[in-house]
C-alpha cells in the first residue's frame, strides 16, 4: 500500500503484526506483551512517555509531519525519480571505542529514524503517490546484549510507516531493482564513509565484485544522477510550527543555563564548560548541540577556540558559544560578560557599541523587510565600522574585515549551520531560523587602540523571522550590560 493511502498516525501495536519478539518474553503469550515491554532503537511514547506525547514519533514531531515532509519531497520530485538517502555510520575515536551516534540530519528529517545502517527511498509513483522504503537493521538478541536495542524492520512499518521495510543486509539484492526503475536518481551518495558493515561497504563501492557497489549500479542504470541536497535544503528552510516549537524550547533551556552562569564565579574555562555541559543534559534536552566555546580573555580571539583548558582573569572578558540540543533541534547562543562580573569602562564601551548593532539587527528580521543574511551582514559591518570609528579605531581600509572577520549569521534548526550550501542572499521570509552574531576581536598590535587590544566578544541569538518583526527564541540569555551586572552575588538557579 502506498504511502497517500495510508493512515497518518503511527500504526498501533498490535501483538499478532509483530514478528520479531525480544529473548526475554519469547515464552509469555503474545497478547499479554504491552507495547511499553518492548524494546527498540530510540524513545518511543510507549517505552518513554516522559519524553514523547502520544502520536510523536521523536520528541515534538508527530508520525503525521515526518509523513507530510516526505510528501513535499515526493511532489518536488519529477515523475518516475526516486531519492535515496542513508542514515549516518557509528564514528569511531580508536578501536571499537565509538563516540555518541548523531543522525544524518536529511535522513532524520525524513524518516524520524535515530539508528545508524539504515537506507531510505522515497520512489514517486505519481503525483499524488509515493512509496516509501526503510530499510534498517533486523533484531539480533546477541548483538543488542553488547550494542544496546534495535528497533527492526517490523518496527520500520508499524513505527516509522515504511510501505517497503526490509533488512539492510539484502540491499544489495533489492536496490539495483528500485534504481532500475527509475528515470532520475536524486541522491547525494557515494560519500566518504569507512566501509565497516554492508551497508557502508555497498554505499562506498567496497562490496564484492558480485555486486559491484552503489555506484556500478548508478553507472550500468539509465537513470539520470542529480543531487538531492538542494530539494530537502528548500524543505528544510521553512520551519513548521512543531520544529519552532523544539527550538523555542531549545534556546529558552539554554539561555537560562548561560544566565545561570553568569551568576557562579568561576576560576577556569573548564570549570564553566563543565557546568553548561550539565545544564544541557536537564529537562529532556539531547545535551549540548556542538563543542561550546568557553573562552577568557585573548583567547576570545579564536572565533572557534574549543580547548577550553585555561584560567579565567578576574579582570577579563569571557565569551561563550554554546547550547543545547532537544529533539535534535538546535538554537545556537554567544554571550560575553565579565569574569568578575562588572564591567570595566572600557569593556563596557566596546561592549555596548556591539549591543547596539546586535539589537538593530535582530529587529530586522522579517519577512517584510526585504533582507536576507548577507543585506543584514552588510549593515552589521556599516554600522559596526562607524561605532568603533566613534571610539578612536582607525577604520581606514579593510578594518572591519580584521574587527569582524565572519559572518553576521546563519541558518539554524536540526544542523547548527541548517540547509549546507544554501545562499544567504534568500529574501527572509517567514518560518526562517537565523542566527544573528556580530563580533568585534581586537588584535593585540599597535594599530588598534591600548585600551582594546585584546579584547574579543560576540552576542548571539537565534531568531525566527516572522512577517513583521523577530521573534527570539533565546530571549533567556540576558545581554543587557545591568541585567548582567545584576546578576552577580544570586546564586539562587532560574526556574
Request: proline letters at 7%.
Given at each position: 500500500?502506498?504511502?497517500s ?13 509483530w ?5 526475554f ?6 497478547s499479554s ?12 511514547h ?7 506525547d ?7 514531531i508527530?508520525?503525521q509531519?515526518?509523513?507530510d ?7 518536488a ?6 531519492a535515496?538517502?542513508?542514515?549516518a555510520?557509528v ?16 535522513f532524520?528529517?525524513l524518516?524520524?529514524f ?6 531510505a527511498?522515497i520512489?514517486?509513483?505519481d503525483?499524488?503517490?509515493h512509496?516509501f522504503h526503510l530499510?534498517v537493521r ?6 543488542e546484549l ?18 517497503t ?6 540491499l ?7 534504481i532500475?526503475?527509475a528515470q532520475?536518481?536524486y541522491t547525494?551518495?557515494?560519500?566518504s564513509?569507512i ?11 567496497a562490496?564484492?565484485?558480485r ?11 539509465n ?13 528544510r ?17 539554554s ?10 564565579t568561576?576560576?577556569?574555562e ?8 550539565y ?5 529532556g ?8 566555546v568557553?573562552?577568557g580573555?585573548i583567547?576570545a580571539n579564536t572565533?572557534?577556540y574549543?580547548?577550553n583548558?585555561?584560567?579565567?582573569n578576574?579582570?577579563?572578558?569571557v565569551?561563550?558559544?554554546?547550547g ?5 533541534y538546535?538554537t545556537?547562543i554567544?554571550r ?7 564591567f570595566?569602562?572600557?569593556?563596557k564601551?566596546l561592549?555596548?557599541?556591539l ?10 528580521c522579517?519577512?517584510?523587510s ?5 543585506k543584514?551582514?552588510k549593515i552589521?559591518?556599516?554600522?559596526l ?10 577604520m ?8 569582524f572577520?565572519?559572518?553576521?549569521g546563519?541558518y539554524?534548526g ?6 549546507p550550501g544554501?545562499?544567504r542572499s ?7 531560523c ?6 568585534i576581536y581586537?588584535p593585540d598590535d599597535e594599530?588598534w ?5 585584546g579584547m574579543?566578544?560576540?552576542i ?5 523571522v ?6 527570539v ?17 544570586t546564586?539562587?538557579?532560574l526556574?
Open positions: 500500500m502506498a504511502s493511502l495510508r493512515l497518518l498516525t503511527r500504526r498501533p501495536f498490535t501483538r499478532s503484526r514478528r520479531h519478539v525480544p529473548a518474553c519469547a515464552t509469555r503469550p503474545l506483551i504491552s507495547a511499553a515491554e518492548l524494546r527498540f532503537g530510540q524513545p518511543l510507549e517505552t518513554h512517555p516522559h519524553l514523547l502520544a502520536g510523536e514519533t521523536t520528541p515534538g508527530t508520525a509531519e515526518y509523513y515532509r516526505r510528501v513535499k519531497l515526493a511532489k520530485l519529477p515523475p518516475n525519480s526516486i535515496i538517502l542513508a542514515a555510520d564514528k569511531y575515536r580508536s578501536g571499537a571505542v565509538f563516540y555518541k551516534f548523531h543522525q544524518d540530519p536529511d532524520f528529517y524518516t524520524g535515530n539508528e545508524p545502517d539504515a537506507l527511498i520512489e514517486k509513483i503525483d499524488n503517490e512509496n530499510y533486523p533484531k539480533d538478541p546477541k548483538i553488547w550494542e544496546g536495542a534495535r528497533s527492526g524492520v517490523q518496527a520500520a512499518e508499524d513505527v516509522f510507516n515504511a510501505d521495510p526490509g533488512d539492510v543486509n539484502e544489495p539484492k533489492i536496490l539495483p531493482g528500485a532500475k526503475r532520475e536518481v547525494d551518495l557515494p560519500n564513509r566501509p565497516k558493515n554492508v551497508l557502508s561497504r555497498y554505499l562506498s563501492g562490496e564484492p565484485a555486486t559491484g557497489g552503489i555506484m556500478s549500479v548508478l553507472r550500468d542504470s537513470a539520470s544522477i542529480k543531487p538531492l541536497r538542494p530539494l530537502v535544503n528548500e524543505l528552510l521553512i520551519k513548521s510550527e512543531a520544529e519552532i516549537r523544539n527550538m523555542r524550547k531549545a534556546g529558552q533551556h539561555g537560562r543555563a548561560i544566565t545561570d552562569a553568569m551568576r557562579q568561576f576560576s577556569t573548564k570549570d564553566l564548560d563543565s557546568f553548561l555541559d545544564w544541557f543534559k536537564q529537562d534536552c539531547d545535551g549540548p548541540a556542538y563543542v561550546p568557553v573562552a580573555g583567547n572565533i572557534h574549543v580547548t583548558d585555561m584560567q579565567l578576574s579582570d577579563e572578558l565569551l561563550v558559544d554554546a543545547a540540543e532537544y529533539g535534535g538546535i545556537d554567544s560575553t560578560w565579565p569574569v568578575n562580573g562588572t570595566s569602562p572600557a569593556q564601551d561592549y555596548k557599541t549591543l547596539a548593532v546586535q539589537r538593530s539587527c535582530v529587529s530586522l522579517s519577512a517584510e526585504n533582507l536576507s543574511l548577507d543584514l551582514h552589521a559591518s556599516r554600522t565600522a562607524d561605532g568603533l570609528k566613534d571610539l578612536g579605531f582607525d581606514s581600509g579593510q578594518a572591519i574585515e580584521t574587527l572577520p565572519h559572518h553576521v546563519h539554524v536540526l544542523d547548527v549551520h541548517d540547509s544554501l545562499t534568500r529574501p527572509f521570509e517567514e518560518g526562517m537565523v542566527t544573528v552574531e556580530p563580533g581586537v594599530r587602540p591600548a585600551w582594546a587590544r574579543g566578544m560576540r548571539e541569538d537565534s531568531v525566527c516572522q512577517e513583521e518583526g523577530p521573534y527564541l533565546t530571549t533567556e540569555a540576558v545581554k543587557e550590560v545591568d541585567d548582567i551586572e545584576a546578576l552577580r552575588g546564586v539562587s538557579r526556574n
